[in-house]
């Protein structure tokens, strides 16, 4: 148990998917785990673990935001010896390319937050995701037929912005924005894990389409099969 977690050591596995929302742990937890059995609630985060084909899993939601993501990552790899991390979750697209439900796996993170510097007194910027968990992902959405594309992807602190000049983050490289891929992918760094995100595009930042919050929280079924597909290939 820790500050923020009340789950015991063992019932964690080492294989975790982190949506944002809760509701959506318990849906995954419940329409694809076996056996699946709750273990957080504490301040309402909850975390299901069961089998996915046989293989130990859990379904752990982050919350929102770099600050969130940032105390759970943390936790799950330092105190419960978690190996392999993939964020599922949406993303909104600075490009007219990744259009409304197009999968993008994080292939890095750009951030200009101050998080890093804090935590570990660097200021990184861009952290690359799991080289091996991306080769898993796009091998098995080619299998299985799923379209996604590998990008780097911007992780902002604030979710309402006056500014709505996005060039200085195309220009950094980023496909469409989020707000907790940068603190994942900087816990993974540091205690030498793996982690990735697989992000749906749910909102289009340039011709302000979007996708309605019931269908946030469940037509996100293909990104979500593509996930658990491939956290059991990961060893
Ligand atoms: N901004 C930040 N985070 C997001 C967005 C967005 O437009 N869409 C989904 N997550």
């Given at each position: 148990m820790t500050v923020h977690i009340e789950a015991e050591k063992g019932q964690i596995a080492k294989r975790v998917l982190m949506p944002g929302d809760p509701n959506r742990a318990e849906y995954i937890a419940k329409k694809y785990l076996e056996n699946p059995v709750c273990v957080n609630k504490?301040?309402?985060?909850?975390?299901?673990?069961?089998?996915?084909?046989?293989?130990?899993?859990?379904?752990?939601?982050?919350?929102?935001?770099?600050?969130?993501?940032?105390?759970?990552?943390?936790?799950?790899?330092?105190?419960?010896?978690v190996d392999s991390i993939i964020r599922i979750g949406t993303a909104g697209s600075y490009?007219?390319?990744?259009?409304?439900?197009?999968?993008?796996?994080?292939?890095?993170?750009?951030?200009?937050?101050?998080?890093?510097?804090?935590?570990?007194?660097?200021?990184?910027?861009?952290?690359?995701?799991?080289?091996?968990?991306?080769?898993?992902?796009?091998?098995?959405?080619?299998?299985?037929?799923?379209n996604a594309r590998l990008g780097r992807v911007?992780?902002?602190?604030?979710?309402?912005?006056?500014?709505k000049n996005y060039k200085k983050f195309t220009d950094m490289g980023c496909r469409a924005v989020e707000m907790e891929t940068y603190a994942l992918l900087y816990n993974a760094k540091k205690f030498l894990k793996k982690a990735t995100a697989i992000l749906t595009?749910?909102?289009?930042?340039?011709?302000?389409?979007?996708?309605?919050?019931?269908?946030?929280?469940?037509?996100?079924?293909?990104m979500i099969f593509l996930a658990l597909e491939s956290i059991i290939k990961n060893q």
């Open positions: 504490l301040r309402g985060e909850l975390a299901f673990t069961g089998t996915y084909k046989g293989v130990p899993v859990t379904v752990f939601s982050s919350g929102m935001g770099i600050g969130s993501m940032g105390i759970y990552s943390y936790e799950l790899f330092n105190d419960y010896d490009t007219e390319d990744f259009k409304l439900y197009d999968i993008l796996v994080a292939d890095s993170s750009y951030s200009k937050t101050y998080f890093d510097e804090e935590a570990g007194r660097e200021d990184i910027e861009i952290i690359n995701s799991s080289g091996d968990l991306n080769g898993i992902i796009m091998n098995t959405a080619a299998l299985k037929r799923i911007h992780t902002t602190e604030s979710f309402y912005t006056e500014n595009i749910s909102d289009n930042l340039i011709t302000h389409e979007e996708i309605d919050p019931k269908a946030r929280e469940q037509k996100l079924d293909e």
